[in-house]
């Protein structure tokens, strides 16, 4: 058996709506053939009324006096009495003259013409006029009530696939679907069903491609945090007998040997500064996070403190603002400061009088702070900005400045870690700020 189409509720209200009208419109003529039958009824009166006038004239009845007391009375507007020769013989009231209204009888002697009183066609009027606003107040009321009823049923069928989107979105994993609908929603629901497939199976993707990027992450920093490892016990090996060579047998050799064994040192201690660049890199970076309210500003002044003592014949003027807070780990906000700082420190140690600055300013639109290390050192090309936190990239080499191109790489893997990022502005010879944030808006800022 053949199941029958279904019909749609915007077809079922459409169907309703013309039944409603058609309702309304039988309701409207019935009012007004109602109101409107008293037509028939007065001009039966006014018939009968001259045939009693043209009987009682025809028996000899004065006319004029007859005329004029029948038009007195107010049953009728005006009577005329024609001779054979159709001149008026006479007349009482006002003849408007209106055809169809004026209702004549033959005499032995002549002709009686009657028309209607005004008042009763005032009336008639009066009725009709009602009669065809009523009906039309009806139509309106009807179509009205019947687009109202219409408009509610259409909302209330789509608050329902509203609702049902609204509770499928919310499934972080777009599994839920909209139950079928009918008629013209049915449409509308499974192309809805078929964009939420689409997002699931992307979800799928992207969720599978994470884990997978995630685990070769893991793999890589166990790998670098391996081999970073094992070669420190053969570069501790090669550096030991190098500097021996040096220090025992540096008189017996050459100026040549001197200087291969100086290199050989030089370049083995290097190394030695990225390997533990490298395994530092890698250890903040497996290290568990434990957030917390982390005061900068007290983190700042030991880092700052600690830089002073180790070279107190720097003049460095350090600017750190007070009663800054982070929510984070505090020890790995603590090596952000410190590659921070220290590399201000590194990059003003060419200026009589440096300067270097920690602060924050807030985020006018509500969101996480931003905090700097500010400098007036050698600063930096602005188009190498965004290589600055890459490992092992330099913007200085290491004649002018020391160092082993890992400082900047961990800061931002930290920084990434706490859901935030680090930046840099400078200019070469103008000095460097580096921004960073935390991601964590809550329990963040400047005290009171």
């Keep these: 058996m053949k199941r029958p189409k279904a019909v749609s509720v915007e077809r079922r209200v459409a169907a309703g709506v013309g039944v409603a009208v058609a309702v309304a419109a039988v309701l409207a003529v019935t009012i007004f053939v109602r109101l409107t039958d008293t037509r028939a009824d007065e001009a039966a009166r006014i018939e009968s009324l001259a045939d009693s006038l043209a009987q009682s004239l025809a028996g000899g009845a004065p006319p004029q006096a007859v005329l004029s007391a029948i038009v007195d009375t107010g ?193 083995g201690h290097q190394m030695r500064n990225l390997i533990d660049g490298l395994l530092n890199m890698s250890r903040l970076s497996r290290t568990e996070m434990q957030r917390d309210v982390v005061d900068l500003s007290a983190v700042a002044r030991s880092i700052t403190a600690s830089l002073q003592k180790s070279a107190p014949e720097r003049a460095v003027d350090f600017t750190i603002a007070e009663n800054v807070l982070a929510n984070g780990d505090e020890r790995l906000l603590r090596a952000v400061l410190e590659n921070l700082i220290a590399n201000a420190w590194k990059f003003t140690s060419k200026r009589e009088r440096a300067a270097i600055e920690f602060g924050m300013s807030r985020n006018m639109n509500g969101g996480p702070p931003t905090y700097f290390v500010r400098d007036n050192g050698a600063g930096f090309d602005p188009t190498h900005a965004a290589k600055m936190f890459r490992p092992f990239q330099r913007l200085h080499s290491s004649s002018e400045f020391e160092g082993t191109g890992i400082g900047l790489a961990t800061v931002q893997r930290i920084l990434q870690r706490h859901g935030g990022k680090a930046w840099a502005e400078g200019e070469p010879d103008q000095g460097a700020t580096i921004y960073f944030t935390t991601g964590a808006p809550h329990e963040s800022g400047q005290a009171t």
């Design 75 to 267: 049953a009728v507007g005006g009577a005329v009495l024609y001779d054979a020769n159709g001149a008026p013989a006479a007349r009482a009231g006002r003849e408007r003259g209106v055809a169809g209204e004026v209702i004549c009888r033959t005499l032995p002697n002549g002709t009686l013409c009657v028309e209607p009183a005004n008042a009763v066609a005032i009336v008639r009027t009066k009725r009709i006029t009602d009669a065809m606003i009523a009906a039309g107040a009806a139509t309106v009321i009807v179509a009205v009530a019947a687009a109202l009823l219409m408009t509610w049923m259409t909302r209330r069928s789509m608050r329902g696939v509203r609702n049902a989107v609204e509770h499928a979105v919310a499934d972080a994993t777009f599994a839920q679907r909209i139950a079928p609908a009918g008629g013209e929603l049915a449409p509308l629901v499974a192309s809805v069903n078929n964009l939420l497939g689409q997002m699931q199976s992307r979800e799928s993707e992207l969720r599978r491609r994470t884990h997978d990027l995630e685990v070769a992450n893991k793999d890589l920093e166990s790998f670098a945090h391996t081999v970073s490892h094992d070669l420190r016990g053969p570069l501790g090996s090669v550096l030991g007998f190098a500097e021996a060579l040096r220090d025992g047998y540096g008189g017996e050799l050459n100026a040549d040997g001197q200087e291969y064994t100086h290199w050989i040192v030089d370049s």
